[in-house]
């Protein structure tokens, strides 16, 4: 995540807030045009989106209505009952689900690997960039549930607009994961030499997850205005630094930053298979990968690709089409109970 100015440095450094917006030079004005029009054309999918799935429902109302018309007493009674099990098994089901998830999130307080999301930045960033970076943790979270070897999760520096907006989403105040308003360093200062800051700009490359270290996230939507900046903050703070290996497994076809839900979900995937290769191509979009490959990748990667397809679909670069698949990840999830506040 990535670097300012010389001038922004000193802001940033006695914590003050970013610079005055300048006057959008042609290329900037270029990008919010583009952002424009991406807006604008994920607002008609979701009307379009919506309206099909209206249709849809009405579709099966009919079918249902039309079925039940044709039939005897007898068979109506049968259907309408075979229908009401069918509702109460996958409660039951969704209900069983949930428990068990929660009690993974429970065990991993105790046993999981520490993540750590560094929330510390929302001063450098616009309302929009912490709307979309709130959806991110929430994706975070959501992941972290499903998964069969769940992180212990961290939000730190949560304060100001973020916390407020995460206090917004529903079920927050039963989510089974850390608040700090404090900073990681002031929170887990009995652990710093454990600490490591996952950052692009890093050196030394993370080869394998150590349950005795806790790694830390910047929280950041920088749009590459702030180039470098994590890995500074922690030389400054004197704590170590690594970057996820990608190198070794596939080529990028743009920056290798990526967003902050890829990232834990990366780790999650690690945690879950040992494997950094199916991890990456199962999380990294398949869009954002070239189609030159480096030497160190085997031939039957191209199957780990094409079954990736867009399962991870959140895009790094612009953080908009991460929000779209936080979006329909959030609507899935309500419907089947995951953020109804049972954490």
């Not at 802001?11 to 807006?39: H, I, T, W």
């Not at 960033?125 to 972290?144: G, R, T």
Request: hydrophobic content about 30%.
């Amino acid at each position: 995540m990535e670097a300012p100015e010389e001038d922004s440095q000193a802001a940033v450094a006695d914590g003050e807030d970013a610079p005055p917006a300048q006057k959008l030079s042609k290329n900037a004005r270029k990008k919010q045009q583009k952002q424009e029009f991406r807006e604008k054309r994920k607002a008609e999918r979701k009307a379009a989106e919506k309206e099909k799935k209206k249709r849809e429902l009405e579709r099966k109302r009919r079918e249902w209505d039309e079925k039940l018309a044709g039939a005897s007493e007898e068979e109506r009674v049968r259907l309408v009952e075979s229908r009401r099990e069918a509702r109460r098994e996958r409660m039951e089901q969704r209900s069983e689900e949930r428990e068990m998830k929660i009690a993974r999130l429970r065990g991993a307080t105790e046993v999981g690997q520490k993540l750590v999301l560094d929330l510390e930045f929302g001063h450098l960033m616009s309302p929009s960039e912490i709307h979309s970076l709130v959806h991110q943790v929430m994706y975070c979270y959501a992941v972290n549930g499903k998964s069969t070897s769940p992180a212990h999760l961290w939000l730190t520096g949560c304060t100001g607009e973020i916390d407020s907006q995460l206090k917004k989403l529903p079920g927050y105040e039963k989510w089974i994961i850390e608040r700090e308003s404090r900073s990681y360093i002031d929170a887990l200062h009995h652990e710093k030499e454990n600490m490591v800051y996952l950052t692009a700009d890093a050196e030394v490359e993370l080869h394998e997850l150590d349950l005795k270290k806790i790694y830390i996230i910047g929280g950041l939507v920088d749009r590459n205005r702030w180039k470098g900046i994590t890995q500074r903050k922690a030389k400054e703070q004197g704590i170590q630094s690594a970057k996820l290996p990608i190198g070794g497994y596939l080529k990028m076809s743009s920056s290798k930053v990526l967003t902050v839900n890829q990232v834990v979900e990366i780790l999650l995937k690690f945690l879950e298979t040992k494997d950094w290769k199916a991890s990456f191509f199962k999380v990294i979009p398949q869009r954002k990968i070239c189609e030159e490959e480096p030497e160190s990748r085997n031939e039957d990667a191209l199957t780990d690709i094409e079954e990736a397809g867009d399962e991870g679909d959140a895009d790094s670069g612009a953080e908009e089409n991460a929000e779209d698949e936080v979006e329909g990840e959030r609507k899935r999830m309500r419907m089947e109970g995951t953020i109804d506040g049972s954490g």
